[in-house]
């Protein structure tokens, strides 16, 4: 409770102190110029860094496990993972039968889980989120083109989940108000896409979002912890209900009928093209890993948790929903599989105001763990993708406001009534960053072996011998990316509507695992034989694993100057402070030194 005071203290002092801001920016045409500028970060003197670009300091790196009961890695993986309830139905669409469906989401979330356990190392030692990092391997231009691609996603899926979650909100308006909600006159055209109780219903989810939109990680830690204690109870309740409404007859063998895949029917590739599958719904956090370890009191707190808690939540709460789904659909002869349309359907057949009751409970803790996976893997990814395209202007907070609107400017109930190849792409775009995730496992794990130079990542000029590569792009990156990208993309334009031949399509359904094992072993096969410049340096410096985060870096807000082979330093000249954990500035007049992380 004491947190949650803490916090709401801190959102109270935030808010005034922006309405105080806003209110200033308009008495002149100069402060207002001025307020819409992030101010300079600790009197950095150019516009590649700000406050949310910078290492995160030492005071607001609060996330921890273990430590006491504390552990806000494994809650926070929890709550993203234990929503996956309709995991299974895409699995059983594909035509796998109950057992093999559990087991293969089993097997994609451990596979997932070893690619975000390795993508948030970098995260957690040097305290910095994706666009520093995609700096540091893409090159300081190259790095723009990827944030981009993200950030542009990001705005998609945010609105898509905006959407799925108000169906939500649509029960717990029903619950409560029942006939008077769902037969609201409907004023908007059919080919809209949505009714005027379902705009209600986007509107107020939407709108759910908004005190989110002010807040940075290191305060949400509470949030997390909520959502976990409400949506545990709310899972199980649903499954509990589902299991003695139906007497425990799941219908399995009705539901086997349903797998259109035998023993002898192609089943290796149906079993890897839902592996596949599986991964891609976990494609987004594993890209994001950086942005949550960031925040990481350790090395490893980010790490461990998810890599012990991810495939067990996912599992399960998917198992859940295939027996739970089935065992309604076989009783009552229905064809559903999303909790929404499920509590509709426990309403329609026992409309009393214990039932509504229960299901406005169910809907609502639903309805927060969409909200905290709309947060987790589109708000705070596109609000740090967003300090790296306009670090003048924006910061997280603004960049989540900015998404906050544009995911209702998209209307993405028109997408999803009207796009259904368009939907398709979005749930395959998985295959365009896993050669990305692996390109930066690469670089960081085997070819510069952990070593990341945190100043060069904010010097644009040519004389950046580090991170400038080839006019700001890193070539050899750019190589492997295609690479992997090209092989499974023939079959992923199959499932667009193409004609593709039958080895293209296989090739796609490998997608995500053949995109990231061709841009690895492509990346480090060509650098090898070609290495960047930072690559040469790195070995003629003979550092060891993750040296540099264990130095004390001088750290600069502005230029970089040369440094000798054995030891790596940096003058400062402007503002600086000595502070352990990679921040920049702070008193004038002095050196910056930095520790890149500690333990």
């Not at 995160?56 to 273990?66: G, L």
């Not at 775009?429 to 945190?454: E, H, K, P, Q, W």
């Not at 499974?488 to 399509?505: D, E, I, K, M, N």
């Not at 000595?578 to 992380?597: C, D, I, L, P, Q």
Request: aromatic share 14%.
């Amino acid at each position: 409770m004491d947190k949650i005071k803490d916090t709401t203290n801190d959102v109270r002092s935030l808010v005034r102190e922006k309405t105080y801001n806003a209110r200033l920016a308009f008495t002149s045409w100069s402060d207002f110029k001025a307020w819409l500028q992030v101010p300079k970060s600790n009197g950095g003197i150019h516009r590649w860094s700000n406050e949310d670009l910078d290492p995160t300091p030492a005071e607001k790196r609060n996330w921890r496990w273990p430590r006491r009961l504390l552990w806000n890695y494994v809650i926070f993986y929890w709550a993203l993972s234990f929503g996956n309830w309709t995991l299974g139905s895409t699995m059983i669409g594909i035509g796998l039968n109950w057992y093999q469906a559990i087991l293969v989401i089993f097997l994609s979330q451990v596979i997932s889980s070893l690619a975000q356990f390795a993508a948030a190392r970098v995260g957690s030692t040097y305290h910095i989120g994706f666009p520093v990092v995609a700096r540091s391997v893409f090159g300081m231009w190259g790095a723009l083109y990827y944030c981009g691609a993200r950030a542009a996603l990001a705005i998609i899926w945010y609105g898509v989940q905006l959407y799925a979650g108000s169906a939500l909100v649509g029960n717990m308006l029903r619950a409560i108000f029942g006939h008077a909600y769902s037969d609201i006159p409907n004023h908007i055209p059919k080919s809209v896409g949505i009714t005027t109780a379902g705009m209600l219903a986007f509107f107020l989810f939407w709108l759910a979002h908004m005190p989110f939109t002010f807040l940075r990680p290191y305060h949400l830690k509470w949030f997390f912890n909520v959502k976990t204690c409400i949506m545990i109870p709310c899972v199980f309740g649903l499954f509990i209900f589902c299991m003695a409404n139906t007497r425990g007859q799941i219908g399995l063998r009705h539901l086997e009928q349903k797998s259109g895949v035998s023993a002898t029917s192609g089943l290796g590739w149906y079993f890897v093209y839902a592996i596949n599958s599986g991964m891609g719904n976990t494609a987004t956090l594993i890209t994001n890993s950086a942005d949550l370890s960031r925040w990481s009191t350790t090395r490893w707190g980010a790490m461990w948790s998810q890599l012990l808690t991810n495939p067990i939540a996912v599992t399960l709460s998917a198992s859940m929903g295939i027996l739970s789904t089935a065992a309604i659909n076989n009783a009552w002869d229905l064809e559903l599989w999303n909790q929404w349309d499920l509590l509709d359907a426990i309403m329609d057949r026992y409309w009393s105001g214990s039932t509504r009751f229960a299901c406005l409970l169910v809907a609502f803790g639903w309805s927060v763990s969409i909200l905290g996976t709309n947060v987790a893997a589109n708000m705070i990814p596109f609000g740090s993708d967003s300090t790296l395209l306009f670090p003048k202007y924006l910061t997280i907070p603004r960049g989540q406001f900015l998404v906050e609107l544009l995911g209702f400017a998209i209307c993405p109930w028109k997408i999803l009534a009207s796009a259904s190849v368009f939907t398709t792409f979005l749930a395959g775009y998985g295959l365009f960053m896993a050669s990305v995730v692996a390109i930066m496992t690469c670089d960081y794990f085997l070819l510069t072996r952990g070593n990341v130079f945190l100043s060069h990542a904010y010097d644009p000029s040519s004389s950046n011998r580090h991170y400038y590569y080839t006019r700001g792009w890193n070539i050899q990156a750019i190589i492997a990316y295609l690479c992997g990208v090209a092989l499974p993309f023939p079959g992923f334009v199959g499932t667009l509507g193409a004609s593709v031949s039958v080895p293209a399509q296989r090739l796609g359904n490998l997608g995500w695992m053949l995109s990231f094992t061709v841009s690895f072993v492509m990346y480090y096969g060509i650098c090898k034989v070609w290495p960047t410049q930072n690559q040469k340096m790195v070995k003629r410096m003979g550092l060891r694993f993750e040296e540099m985060a264990d130095r004390e870096v001088m750290v600069v807000a502005g230029e970089v100057e040369e440094y000798g082979m054995g030891d790596v330093e940096m003058s400062v000249e402007g503002e600086g402070r000595r502070e352990k954990g990679g921040a920049f500035g702070g008193e004038k007049g002095m050196r910056t030194a930095v520790n890149s992380s500690g333990m």
